[in-house]
């Protein structure tokens, strides 16, 4: 089957699961994954070269992405169910691993180390590519655009703002119905719950400011907080998304130690359970129960991220044709395709 069998880049998520990957050889022009099918797994590229393609709406083919030695593309396919947005063709002859998003699960439900391991390897490869799609977002003007309601705070906008293992209603109580602890039992629950303090803001007051370190992600438990992006020399806003009770907000900044990339304030008055990243991260990079149903809804909360994204790219292609801006369209439409795969509307 090909040249001799080299191993993966131990950088790679794929380097701890040869154990349950299978080879797969294609030939130049065969298809590795088509356009439109469910999804089934994903793949690693040991020799040769593949390019992605999608058919567009009015006719022809579009290339949106090129893979070769060492890369690896279906990734989202291993946590969430899905189509593939692109045909994946042989650009010549290719040796390539695949695992199975059935045996990944299987791993994963076992608490294997080597599973969590690229579980956490994949999440930060998913997202670096939800950041790179919301930079693209960024890049274009957009009907959704609005005047700055207020300037960003220069500091950490929570700094006075009380801490307390108490709040206005029962809020533990309250955990059980949110959909972000729905795979957790109750210890599991407890025990993240246990690292974290509640604090109470106002309607419009600020959570966080982007470009400043991540100390901490947010649980919303009562309210709802706006997640936005500011275009300082326009004096714009752009609402990224609403989150309300039983929404995780910053976990990304705060698993990939990245500044912050959007703001966030209360757009009613909202009650937070903050989880403070050390302890949060202590609990993400281990191997228990609580890890694993952690894992999960990090998962979700990061494809529902995704399907937003893919919305508001979706948007804005439509706009960039309305208005006969092709060369828009088509690097709009690269970025949205270009990932492969697309998780099923929840």
């Known amino acids: 089957m090909g040249p001799p069998q080299k191993s993966p880049p131990q950088s790679n998520p794929f380097g701890q699961l040869l154990g349950v990957a299978r080879e797969v050889s294609f030939v130049k022009g065969a298809?590795?994954?088509r356009q439109g099918e469910l999804s089934r797994g994903a793949f690693l590229i040991r020799t040769g070269a593949a390019e992605a393609r999608v058919a567009l709406p009015g006719g022809g083919t579009l290339s949106v992405a090129r893979f070769g030695e060492g890369d690896m593309f279906g990734e989202m396919a291993l946590?969430?169910?899905?189509?593939?947005?692109?045909?994946?063709v042989a650009h010549s002859n290719v040796d390539a691993w695949f695992v199975g998003r059935d045996d990944f699960r299987a791993?994963?439900?076992?608490?294997?180390?080597?599973?969590?391991?690229?579980?956490r390897a994949i999440t930060r490869v998913l997202a670096a590519k939800l950041s790179s799609l919301n930079a693209r977002f960024r890049e274009h003007p957009s009907v959704e655009d609005r005047p700055a309601a207020s300037e960003a705070p220069r500091g950490d906008p929570l700094s006075g703002i009380a801490r307390s293992r108490h709040a206005s209603f029962d809020w533990r109580a309250f955990l059980p119905v949110l959909p972000f602890f729905e795979l957790f039992d109750d210890d599991e629950r407890d025990e993240l719950a246990s690292i974290g303090q509640v604090l109470e803001?106002?309607?419009?007051?600020?959570?966080?400011?982007?470009?400043?370190p991540a100390e901490s992600c947010y649980l919303v438990l009562r309210g709802a907080l706006e997640v936005f992006?500011?275009?300082?020399?326009?004096?714009?806003?752009?609402?990224?998304?609403?989150a309300g009770p039983g929404e995780l907000v910053g976990f990304m900044a705060a698993i990939t130690s990245a500044p912050r990339?959007?703001?966030?304030?209360?757009?009613?008055?909202?009650?937070?359970?903050e989880l403070p990243r050390a302890a949060f991260m202590e609990i993400y990079d281990g191997a228990s129960a609580t890890t694993v149903a952690l894992h999960h809804a990090i998962h979700a909360s990061l494809m529902r991220s995704l399907a937003r994204t893919n919305t508001q790219l979706t948007r804005l292609i439509a706009h960039a044709r309305l208005a006969a801006r092709h060369d828009n369209a088509a690097e709009l439409e690269a970025a949205l395709h270009g990932q492969i795969f697309r998780a099923h509307p929840a």
């Open 201 to 212: 803001l106002a309607r419009g007051a600020w959570a966080f400011v982007a470009g400043r």
């Open 261 to 273: 990339a959007n703001n966030a304030r209360a757009r009613e008055a909202a009650c937070l359970l």
């Open 107 to 119: 791993l994963v439900a076992s608490r294997e180390i080597a599973a969590l391991e690229t579980q």
């Open 79 to 88: 946590i969430e169910r899905g189509v593939c947005s692109a045909t994946v």
């Open 229 to 242: 992006t500011m275009n300082s020399s326009l004096k714009t806003e752009r609402r990224v998304a609403i």
């Open 31 to 33: 298809e590795l994954v």
